[in-house]
């Protein structure tokens, strides 16, 4: 049995690590403008590495594979489509390495995300061309030896559903994590990722995805995509302060166990932008006023969190 499906199975709350990404960018790894960290593991694995051992030695129960930014799709305008294979088994090899240094059992989460490439992100593929490639990523991730799949920043639809089916299609467990913005007239919508991802660029509709497609209703879109299932599903990749109405959405139309982690922070592709960053304790705080309050059993953090928020969060809520 996996490390987080004993730790659900009593009652406990179980620990994910912080971002990969940004995390990459704070120790001085240089992002790629299409394909974000997915082309780390070829300059830097040593430094993916020792990320995956500060994880782990700040508690964390699961470790998230490098490969967030590792579709084909997204690693072709980078000219890297071609080391596919290579580059999302060493994503995961690292990880493994990590696991099997470690002095507690834990699981290895493959992350999967619809990350467009973000240089060219006007020609990102459909989801009906992309689906082939989802496809080719759950299936290596899962052969290469991950524990489950993490579906992560699940924003729109076509993609949401092509990745989280491909995932779903591995047998493994599939966390789905979706996410979410406030607007101030109260209403629940995905994230505005348009607003982020195109940051400098022209663009006649500011509240649209890649490919014109529009932002949606949370509750409707969270309902379509956990549908056929998750063995968990919640908010990430959102701001704290949306991450609680996020949370509610999603517990009305699922019974499964949730998962939080927030982000903090802001995007100017292809670098992340540490400005005010919440302390470690501060989010500590958010976070187990989340498992208080929600019944959140899966906690950790997303871009702009480190080692130290981790640290801080299992001696908060564990």
């Known amino acids: ?89 060493l994503a995961v090899d690292l990880a493994k390495q990590a696991r099997d240094a470690a002095d507690h059992p834990v699981d290895i989460a493959g992350s999967m995300s619809t990350m467009p490439p973000l240089a060219h992100i006007d020609g990102a ?91 949606q209703d949370l509750g409707a879109f969270a309902r379509g995509l956990l549908a056929d299932g998750a063995a968990a599903a919640g908010i990430m990749h959102s701001e704290i302060e949306d991450t609680t109405p996020g949370l509610e959405v999603v517990r009305d139309v699922f019974d499964g166990p949730l998962l939080a982690y927030a982000h903090s922070g802001q995007f100017a592709p292809p670098d992340w932008k540490f400005t005010d960053v919440i302390a470690a304790d501060a989010y500590a705080d958010a976070a187990a006023g989340w498992i208080a309050d929600h019944g959140v059993a899966i906690v950790g953090g997303c871009c702009g969190l480190g080692p130290d928020h981790i640290r801080a969060l299992k001696e908060r809520v564990t």
């Not at 082309?39 to 040593?46: E, F, H, R, T, V």
């Not at 009906?128 to 920043?153: F, H, K, P, Q, T």
């Not at 101030?184 to 995905?190: A, I, K, S």
């Open 125 to 215: 593929p459909s989801p009906e061309a992309a689906s082939d490639d989802y496809r080719r990523l759950a299936d290596l991730l899962a052969e290469a030896g991950c524990n489950l799949i993490v579906c992560e920043m699940m924003m729109t639809s076509g993609h949401a559903e092509a990745a989280v089916d491909a995932a779903r299609a591995t047998g493994l467990p599939v966390w789905v994590g979706m996410s979410a913005h406030k607007e101030p007239d109260g209403r629940m919508l995905t994230f505005p990722a348009a607003k982020q991802i195109l940051a400098g660029r022209s663009t006649d509709e500011p509240d649209t995805l890649w490919r014109g497609r529009a932002r």
């Open 1 to 89: 049995m996996t490390v987080f499906q004993q730790k659900l199975d009593a009652g406990e709350v179980v620990i994910l690590d912080g971002a990969i990404g940004t995390e990459l960018q704070n120790r001085g790894v240089t992002m790629d403008t299409d394909a974000w960290c997915g082309s780390a593991m070829l300059g830097d694995p040593g430094i993916i590495r020792t990320l995956h051992d500060d994880y782990i030695a700040a508690g964390a129960d699961v470790i998230t594979t490098n490969t967030f930014g590792t579709n084909r799709f997204t690693l072709e305008p980078a000219g890297l489509a071609d080391r596919f294979d290579e580059i999302n088994r």
